[in-house]
């Protein structure tokens, strides 16, 4: 069940008197967690990437530096190696049976990788290396290590037990790939960025030349890795970052990442040719027939912009993902939230398929950091994203499996309509410690899968799972949830989040005043907490109309008493919508 720690929940428990709180063994709650397992040793694990095969095997990878990382016998690599291996392992559909597990590596650094499945079920996998050993295959396109860190692309056959090939593509400087797709032909496609001017490249390439700083780049290997097709850099003269990967039905690349200056490739046309200030998302799509670019757009505001991931709806528009600082960030009239939230925000931005017009646009955030790592679109059309949040009022809903934050980070799901004008769900998932998640995928039966790293001891696992205790500093997770059905047009899961404009001055000393709006007519509750999770004060709990209220508080308890000071937490509570503030008592 998940951990709803006290300091953060502000007396929940106290405010829920008689109600089961949500979580696996709830059987009112329509969200729900199927299963759950963590994956690793006594050291610490990072999982990064996963896939489902066409039996509903889930296989997934990361980086671990366990020496005694499970793995299974008969597999291709049971011997830690160097610093941080790759692991690569197979889950059964119920997260309780390790099928296989193999570790990948040399004596080196190797990490961040990523993983998919060509049509025979071999995972087909991409990631970095200081290695000058890791291992390659007799025939590959590039068996020596170039410089300081090397990409590298590998395939192993489908029971775990034998690398069918591997290949590192570097230059003389850094290269790290941080996605790996397969197109209809069988062909490895690449992303990621570099700092070698001599990546190999292909010459009719959109740009074969580097343009200075890092540069993103994407690159199409022949089925059996022996032959580099097609590649290309992309880049301006600042740091440009590949991240993020599509296909679409005729292996067109949809590629997102970030743009660090002016002069990043953009087409005419396109939503954006401009940067607009700090870095930008960049989204890009090429013919990797031969790595040229059809369309370019930059996306951003005034501040940081960092685009993480792309996935192509049924209609193959754009759906891109990732985090922003920017107040002025684009968003689009209708939108769940077209308000920065503060910190950092994630942002779902859908484009049209030329790239030239943002269909829809928002904002998903508190006021601490969240940042968007993955997307899935479900069964209904409607677009899931994940990604990890400190924030603790972040806008969770009525149908949520945890609505409360845990601390550090947290992960989070949350489930935009089509349109991006409804938030239907969203919930946190966490325990103790920093809990992130990094990929996810839709099962065949429209369930949602995730994977990611938990530092937490009491991470949400499930009775019978793999691994239901914590192993080390931090391992892998892999859970499965199966989200509430879609609410029927024109019944929304929540409305607009509750608001809680101000709280000034704060710091304060000895008054302060709380302005909050109210969405609707109804019951509204604003309540003070200390962070032990002890109710101090009530301040409203009454009916109000819809509109702006303000309300003030003189630093005492409901029996009168001066508090002392310290940081103490407005509750906000109207209908459904709950919003949660900071603020400080000094003396």
Known sequence: MPRIPISIAIGFAALMVGTAAPG???????????????????????????????????LVTGRTRSADFPTTVGSYDTTHGGMNDVFVAKLDPSGTTLIWSTLLGGTGDDVIPTITVDAADNPV????????????????????????????????????????????????NNEVSNRVLIDPDGCPIVVGYTLSADLPMTAE??????????DAYVGRFSPDGSQLLAATYLGSPGDDIGNGLALDQSG??????????????????????????????FVSKLDLSDATLLWSTVLGGVDNDIGVNVLLDAT?????????????????????????????????????????????????????VDKGWALAVDPAGQTVAIGTTNSPDL???????????????????????????????????GGDGVDEAYSTVMSGVGHLLLIGVSASTDFP???????????????????????????PAGVPAVVARASLRSIHPNPFNPMTTVAFTTPARGVVRLEVYDVGGRRVRTLVDSNLDAGDHTVCWDGRDDAGWILPAGQYLARLTAGTLVQVSKMTLVK
């Open 24 to 58: 696996i063994d709830d059987p009112t709650n329509p969200t729900t967690l199927i299963w759950s397992t963590l994956l690793g040793g006594q050291q610490s694990e990072k999982g990064l990437s996963m896939v489902a095969d066409s039996a509903g095997n889930l």
């Open 125 to 172: 996998l991409t990631g970095t290396t200081t290695s000058s050993d890791f291992p390659v295959t007799a025939g590959a396109y590039d068996t020596t290590n170039n410089g300081m860190r090397d990409s590298w692309i590998a395939k192993l056959d489908a029971t775990g037990s034998e690398l069918i090939w591997s290949t590192y593509w570097g230059g003389s």
């Open 205 to 214: 390439a959109h740009d074969p030349q580097f343009n200075g700083g890092w």
């Open 252 to 281: 067109n690349a949809v590629v997102v990442g970030e743009a660090g200056a002016d002069g990043f490739p953009t087409t005419p046309g396109a939503f954006s040719t401009e940067n607009a200030g700090g870095v930008d998302t």
């Open 316 to 368: 193959n528009r754009p759906i891109v993902t990732g985090s922003t600082a920017s107040s002025d960030f684009p968003t689009t009239d209708g939108v769940f939230d077209s308000v920065y939230n503060g910190g950092r925000d994630t942002f779902v931005s859908t484009f049209d398929t030329d790239g030239g017009a943002l269909v829809w646009s928002t904002f998903l955030g508190g006021s601490g």
């Open 395 to 429: 806008p969770t809903t009525t149908n949520a499996f945890d609505p409360t934050y845990n601390g550090a980070n947290d992960v989070f799901i949350a489930r935009l309509d089509d349109s991006g004008a409804a938030l239907g769900f969203c919930t946190y998932l």
């Open 461 to 487: 696992t499930t009775p019978g799972s793999f691994q239901e205790s914590a192993a080390g500093l931090g391992d892998a997770f892999v859970a499965e949830f199966d989200l509430p059905a879609p609410e």
